[in-house]
């Protein structure tokens, strides 16, 4: 018996980590962004580099294009693909991706790349949140207020973590 899995789409959720993983829960989409980021812009080299089937690789280009996170560009008689601001974006995404990965799921030699700021030499520090007074915040710190596009549903369960622990789901 075959079964097929009908992919769940979170593109109506009223969260924004879930909209989210619409877009970036397909780790072959993040490793594609990747290579962008490296300096990959052709169809043959993101194949060859990420050892991925032509036909995969061509729909998650063709997504990521709808996405708005890739551009595809005829330059002379080939193509190029390019990241959009929206794409560029997901550096910090990628970078605490790859910061994770060193520090809690390491290779036993170290890590494959050390990032540095290209200008200086110097090494990046850990992606860390700071608030708008540039003051860091641990997970401790951190808190949850309804934003304007919360619905009733959000505004119940934010209501509800409150209740529950208010010195951890917001003022």
């Not at 993983?21 to 990747?34: A, T």
């Not at 119940?156 to 529950?164: E, G, H, P, T, V």
């Amino acid at each position: 018996e075959t079964f097929t899995v009908e992919r769940v789409t979170f593109e109506d959720r009223n969260c924004s980590i879930a909209r989210s993983v619409d877009v970036l829960g397909d780790w072959w989409n993040l490793m594609i962004v990747r290579e962008l980021f490296w300096g990959t812009n052709k169809f043959d080299d993101f194949q060859r580099s990420l050892e991925i089937s032509k036909g995969i690789l061509s729909k998650r280009l063709k997504s990521l294009q709808e996405y708005g996170i890739v551009v595809k560009n005829a330059v002379g008689a080939g193509t190029e693909y390019a990241l959009t601001d929206k794409g560029r974006a997901l550096h910090v995404i990628i970078i605490a991706m790859l910061q994770w990965g060193d520090e809690w799921n390491p290779l036993p030699e170290g890590p494959p790349v050390l990032l540095v700021n290209r200008r200086t030499g110097a090494s990046l520090a850990p992606v860390q949140l700071r608030d708008v007074d540039d003051q860091p915040v641990a997970l401790n710190d951190l808190g949850l207020l309804p934003g304007p596009g919360a619905d009733a549903t959000t505004c119940a369960r934010l209501s509800q973590l409150r209740q529950a622990s208010p010195t951890k789901a917001g003022s």
